[in-house]
């Protein structure tokens, strides 16, 4: 309640001062839990007999962040990528040109939250309130996945959000403020409760960019690409949440909470470059899909 009160400079020095402490006691299993290898059921693995599925996602936080769309957008499309980005309907004016762009062009358009304030889970009956407005948007956007704020969740409530797919989990990331990660590395189904009929969780594999970058200051690709191989090495979900919010397009000097695009761009190069036809690069909509096939949800 208390965070817009807090300038945005004071917000990533004490996170980051905070993460410093997590890293310690939690070194040994970040970025890299070797239990986290459970399959779906019914596993029949990636399409085309694929090594591994490499999912991008782009959280569009704030205007600024959505004014960046369009170069982001492009720069996937020249390198033969696709991407979705999840836009939050009431934090700020979603721009319907921009939705329609991102479609027209083989993109995916999710919804991210409500309004991003760390609100949706407060009770109960906050959420199943805010899911009625959230499954207007869903509707108004054509959209069928759903990210949270701050990667918070609870997968029996989410089950009353009209979804084919929920991405507000992660394998392991003890530096999250919900970090009760799903112990997988790849997509699973979530059986119906008495909010819904079910839908499948997509976690995100690889740390985040504001993680990395903002927070731990780190100036290269070392510990995506170390993830990125374990997960590759054992057939699962590479799935990566980035934020054009804090991406550095102009090559001037990025401001204290945003880094440069071209890291973003080695790691694009470098899948392509390692891993040539092995992967399997599609949107959310289309992993959820499979693995519904997949575990026979349909």
């Known amino acids: 309640m208390i965070r817009p009160l807090i300038p945005r400079k004071i917000q990533v020095f004490l996170r980051k001062h905070y993460l410093r402490k997590i890293y310690l006691k939690h070194k040994d299993q970040w970025p890299i839990n070797s239990k986290d290898l459970q399959k779906p059921k019914s596993w029949k693995g990636w399409p085309g007999g694929k090594r591994f599925s490499?999912?991008?996602?782009?959280?569009?936080?704030?205007?600024?962040?959505?004014?960046r769309v369009a170069d982001l957008m492009k720069v996937e499309q020249?390198?033969?990528?696709?991407?979705?980005?999840?836009?939050?309907?009431?934090?700020?004016?979603?721009?319907k040109d921009i939705r329609e762009m991102l479609v027209q062009n083989g993109f995916e358009v999710g919804v991210h939250d409500l309004r991003h304030d760390g609100k949706l889970y407060h009770s109960k009956?906050?959420?199943?309130?805010?899911?009625?407005?959230?499954?207007?948007?869903?509707?108004?956007?054509?959209?069928?996945?759903?990210r949270s704020g701050a990667m918070h969740h609870n997968l029996e409530?989410?089950?009353?959000?009209?979804?084919?797919?929920?991405?507000?989990?992660?394998?392991?990331?003890?530096?999250?403020?919900?970090?009760d990660g799903v112990s997988t590395i790849f997509p699973f189904w979530v059986p119906p409760s008495g909010y819904g009929k079910g839908y499948v969780e997509l976690p995100y594999t690889l740390p985040q960019d504001f993680t990395l970058y903002i927070l731990m200051g780190e100036k290269s690709i070392d510990i995506w690409k170390k993830k990125l191989d374990w997960?590759?090495?054992?057939?699962?979900?590479?799935?990566?949440i980035t934020h054009p919010d804090y991406m550095n397009f102009d090559g001037n000097k990025p401001?204290?909470?945003?880094?440069?695009i071209q890291l973003y761009l080695d790691?694009?190069?470098?899948?392509?470059s390692q891993y040539g036809?092995?992967?399997?690069?599609?949107?959310?909509?289309?992993v959820a899909r499979y693995i519904r096939k997949c575990t026979n949800t349909d």
């Open 54 to 67: 490499f999912v991008l996602t782009h959280d569009v936080e704030t205007d600024v962040g959505q004014n």
């Open 157 to 179: 409530l989410i089950n009353a959000l009209h979804i084919e797919y929920d991405a507000s989990t992660f394998d392991h990331d003890p530096f999250e403020p919900q970090p």
């Open 267 to 272: 790691l694009l190069d470098y899948v392509k």
């Open 125 to 146: 009956k906050v959420f199943l309130e805010s899911a009625v407005r959230i499954n207007e948007y869903l509707k108004e956007w054509g959209s069928v996945g759903f």
């Open 277 to 286: 036809d092995q992967y399997w690069n599609v949107t959310p909509r289309e």
């Open 231 to 240: 997960v590759a090495a054992n057939g699962g979900m590479v799935l990566l």
């Open 78 to 95: 020249d390198l033969g990528y696709t991407s979705s980005f999840n836009f939050v309907p009431e934090r700020y004016k979603v721009s």
């Open 255 to 260: 401001r204290f909470d945003e880094y440069p």
